[in-house]
């Protein structure tokens, strides 16, 4: 009797690390923003749509919305899954905007930002924040473009 109280605190106590451990691995790999270190600055996907417009290969962000405000940080960036952007800002001021299709193999969503690098976790391309490729297995830089920004108005054209 006491053998089986035993066994079956053990097996409680087994089983109760494993799913922390499984939970935490599928956390870590299935959501490519939220890598915790000291560096790693807030951004990943917008709460919502809230402020983000898309008309053709135009994508208009208003800052002023909560789920945008990062941007207004420098370091704070965003993956805009509705027209495949990676939009950050550079020095406070500056916001740049590029593909967020890796040029590896095509990933668009599993994106994270530390030490003002793009880290595309599907396979761990890392890209500056100018879009240069900096290490692979992509091979090519990111295509940026155009980004004109009027204060919380800011205007990407594809
Ligand atoms: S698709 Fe980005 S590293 Fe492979």
């Known amino acids: 009797m006491e053998n089986n ?62 789920n945008l405000s990062n941007l207004k940080n420098q370091g704070g960036w965003l993956l805009i899954r509705q027209s495949q952007l990676l939009v950050v800002n550079v020095d406070g001021q500056t916001i740049r905007a590029f593909t967020s299709v890796c040029t590896h193999s095509g990933c668009d969503n599993a994106w994270a930002y530390s030490n003002s690098q793009f880290i595309c976790n599907c396979h761990g391309s890392v890209f500056s924040n ?7 297995p992509a091979n090519r830089d990111l295509q940026e473009f155009s980004v004109q920004r009027n204060g919380d108005n800011v205007v990407i054209t594809k």
Not at 130 to 136: H, I, Y
Request: aromatic letters at 4%.
């Open 130 to 136: 100018g879009g240069q490729r900096l290490s692979g």
């Open 5 to 66: 109280k035993t066994r079956r605190e053990f097996l409680q106590k087994a089983g109760s690390t494993a799913l922390f451990a499984a939970l935490g691995i599928s956390f870590l790999s299935s959501c490519g923003s939220s890598i915790d270190d000291d560096a790693t600055m807030p951004g990943g996907m917008p709460n919502n749509t809230t402020g983000i417009r898309v008309e053709g290969n135009i994508t208009n962000l208003d800052l002023t919305q909560a």
